[in-house]
């Protein structure tokens, strides 16, 4: 079947099977690597994308269903500058071994455009084998603080 998305700004266009999931087609098809294939079950976080503006565990989503733009972490920054939330996860050594991270920031972010009040839970989606947690909640924190700045 064709499929057409626009991820990250950009029209694309694959052929694939009805049971394709959107992951596997950002990773697989079009060669968008920042989700990742972690459980493959929509239970630790580290393939979280964006739908039409909201945060999605790709590995759970057919595709074929898909209504909206998606936005992955390549696409956050639009430029040359990282997003806020990608500074604030540097700044604040919010990541370690990497694999989540890319989940994590998406997540994030969403907290941060939501203005979600208890961060942590929010955030229990996402798994982090290194425990990063503190960092993670402090860089969502500082990207919060500078959200509310502009």
Do not use: W
């Amino acid at each position: 079947m064709d499929i057409s998305l626009e991820v990250n700004g950009t029209p694309r266009r694959l052929s694939a099977e009805p049971g394709v999931t959107l992951l596997d087609a950002l990773r697989e098809r079009l060669g968008i690597t920042g989700p990742k294939k972690g459980c493959d079950r929509g239970q630790c976080g580290a393939c979280t994308v964006h739908v039409g503006g909201r945060p999605v565990l790709s590995c759970l989503t057919l595709a074929a269903t898909v209504r909206g733009p998606v936005t992955t972490v390549e696409g956050l920054s639009g430029g040359d500058e990282p997003h806020p939330v990608q500074r604030a996860f540097a700044e604040q050594d919010a990541l370690q071994c990497g694999f989540c991270t890319p989940g994590q920031v998406m997540s994030a972010v969403a907290a941060v455009e939501q203005d979600v009040e208890d961060v942590r839970e929010f955030m229990s989606g996402n798994l982090c084998r290194c425990s990063a947690y503190p960092n993670i909640v402090a860089a969502i924190e500082q990207a919060r603080r500078a959200d509310a700045a502009v």
